[in-house]
T-cell receptor, first 119, second 112 residues
Framework: AQSVTQPDIHITVSEGASLELRCNYS??????LFWYVQSPGQGLQLLLK??????LVQGIKGFEAEFKRSQSSFNLRKPSVHWSDAAEYFC?????????????????FGQGTILTVHP | NAGVTQTPKFQVLKTGQSMTLQCAQD?????MSWYRQDPGMGLRLIHY???????DQGEVPNGYNVSRSTTEDFPLRLLSAAPSQTSVYFC???????????FGNGTRLTVT
């Protein structure tokens, strides 16, 4: 079964500093990988996803992530963090299955990384 | 555009009580799912559905029932609540594997 590990429970950065959130996955085939963000009291919002092709993917809000198959990693980065980026971030791997001629994905999430931004 | 709507937002139950968490989406998504979120454990899949009349178990299905009588609604039932079911519950839907999951704002459930 697939699994996702986010080694850092809590990260604190200063506003304007660069950010990297780590994500390691375990999956038998080519993984479908995602990063979601959750603001307090809200549901999750998709930041970016990787299905195939270019291993560096761009997302919303200035985030990017790089897929490294050799390291089973999909780390999230941002060159300059804004105070509004403070939130909890979840990495996820998708397991696809077919039903009624349509492919669907079941997501397995990591434990989450809480990002605090200091002014 | 309402998206995914969950009710109630908050609920307190006593051990042994039953209740239903409601989830409705207006995007005509066939795929719907329920997750629970616990500190340090991320989100874990409880049940999911790929259309009316079709449901299946996820990672942590014990103690929960679901049904899907319409495309729009996917209620989650707790038949006999236990303190271990204290959690935040999220409903999510999507069109297919290539489209993002749309999440509701969650239901915070406390079982005493």
């Amino acid at each position: 079964a697939q699994s996702v590990t986010q080694p850092d429970i809590h990260i604190t950065v200063s506003e304007g500093a660069s950010l990297e959130l780590r994500c390691n996955y375990s999956y038998g085939a080519t993984p479908y990988l995602f990063w979601y963000v959750q603001s307090p009291g809200q549901g999750l919002q998709l930041l970016l996803k990787y299905f195939s092709g270019d291993t560096l993917v761009q997302g919303i809000k200035g985030f990017e992530a790089e897929f490294k198959r050799s390291q089973s990693s999909f780390n999230l980065r941002k060159p300059s963090v804004h105070w509004s980026d403070a939130a909890e971030y979840f990495c996820a791997v998708g397991d696809t299955f077919n039903a009624g001629g349509t492919s669907y994905g079941k997501l397995t999430f990591g434990q989450g990384t809480i990002l605090t931004v200091h002014p | 555009n309402a998206g995914v709507t969950q009710t109630p937002k908050f609920q307190v139950l006593k051990t042994g009580q039953s209740m239903t968490l409601q989830c409705a989406q207006d995007m005509n998504h066939e795929y719907m799912s329920w997750y629970r979120q616990d500190p340090g454990m991320g989100l874990r899949l409880i049940h999911y559905s790929v259309g009316a009349g079709i449901t299946d178990q996820g990672e942590v299905p014990n103690g929960y029932n679901v049904s899907r009588s319409t495309t729009e609604d996917f209620p989650l039932r707790l038949l006999s609540a236990a303190p271990s079911q204290t959690s935040v519950y999220f409903c999510a839907s999507s069109y297919d594997y290539n489209s993002p999951l749309h999440f509701g704002n969650g239901t915070r459930l406390t079982v005493t």
